[in-house]
Each structure stands twice: as C-alpha cells, then as structure tokens.
C-alpha cells in the first residue's frame, strides 16, 4: 500500500506540473495582456524553484521526488516572457535570466551555500505567494491570472509532503508544508473583488 502511495503522489504530481502553468500561460496568451501577475511573485517563484532542483541534485536525491521542477522552470521562464513581451520589454528579462544561470553555478560551491539558500527557500515561496496576493489585492484585477494554476499547484504542494517523508523525511524541503494553503488563497484570489 505504502509503494502504491508513493508511485501514485509521484506521478501524479509530474503529470500535474507538466501541464501546471499553462493555463496561466494559455490565459496571458489570450489576453495579450499579463495585467494581474505580480512580476515580482514569478521572480521569487522561479528562484525558489531554482534553489529547489539544485538543492535536490547537490544531494542526490531520487529523481523521481524533484523531476518536475526542470518543467517548472521552464514554464516560468516562458511566463516570464510573456510577461516582459505584454509590458513591452522583453529584453527586461535578460539580466533576471543571467542572474538565474549564473544562481545555478554559484549555488552548490559550498555546502553552506546550498543549505542556507534551501533554509531561505520557505521564506522566498511564501513571499512569492504573498507578493501574488499583495498584488492581487492592491490591483483589485485579477486580468489574466489563472485560478486552476494556483489549485493545481495547491494539490503538488500537498503530494509532495507524501513523498518527501516517505522517501526522504528531509523537514528542510518543509516549503511544501504551508504550499497547498498559500496556493488555494491564491486561486480564491482570482476572483472577483468587491469594490
């Protein structure tokens, strides 16, 4: 029964995160617009996604508990895109994208690097969550913002403490335990706000 949890909360969560952002996306796509989406929220996002996979690849965890994140990843650089291409520059993202490569190689050059950007990566995902709402909040529009991301995101937040304690028991990689309440408060965020 255990083995069975563990292979469903795995797959199912690489087959939700291989689709995750693109309603987010499809939804910035259609609008032709990324009015709603807090820049700052995807920039801490992707850090905090970044500081992820590469803690989870310094360690040599198994793939099967972090495999999605490169999706992830790349989901949000192209998001991040879109984002730069509606605000009308997109060569805006290059120094962000620079700073995100040069992050990967700098990460893992001392162990305490490496842990203190893990320790760091609750608080940068909760700030993501926060700056998201903040925005939402202050803007009182959510536009192009994608209820059904944030609630799927909500549900690999919460396979994912499955398998990281029952494959890892890691309390580091805990930036999943608050993850499925800040995402669902984000997606009730996309609705409408009274004025």
Not at 63 to 84: G, M, N, W
Not at 136 to 154: H, M, P, Q, Y
Request: aromatic content about 12%; some cysteine; proline content about 5%.
């Amino acid at each position: 029964m255990r083995e069975q949890l563990l292979l469903f909360c795995n797959w199912s969560t690489l087959g939700v995160c291989a689709a995750l952002k693109l309603p987010q996306i499809s939804a910035v796509l259609a609008a032709r617009s990324a009015r709603g989406i807090s820049l700052p929220s995807l920039l801490l996002e992707l850090a905090g996604f970044l500081v992820f996979l590469r803690y989870q690849c310094y360690y040599e965890y198994p793939l099967l508990t972090y495999l999605e994140y490169p999706v992830l990843i790349a989901q949000d650089a192209l998001l991040l895109l879109c984002v730069f291409h509606f605000n009308g520059n997109v060569k805006g993202a290059a120094p962000y994208l620079a700073v995100f490569v040069a992050s990967w190689f700098v990460l893992p050059l001392q162990k305490w690097i490496i842990d203190l950007a893990m320790n760091l990566s609750t608080f940068i995902s909760t700030a993501s969550k926060f700056a998201q709402l903040q925005y939402l909040w202050k803007t009182r529009d959510s536009g192009a913002v994608s209820a059904l991301t944030w609630s799927l995101a909500s549900y690999t937040c919460a396979t994912r403490i499955i398998t990281t304690l029952m494959t890892t028991s890691d309390l580091t990689r805990g930036k999943y335990l608050d993850g499925p309440k800040k995402n669902l408060a984000n997606s009730l965020g996309c609705f409408p706000l009274p004025s």
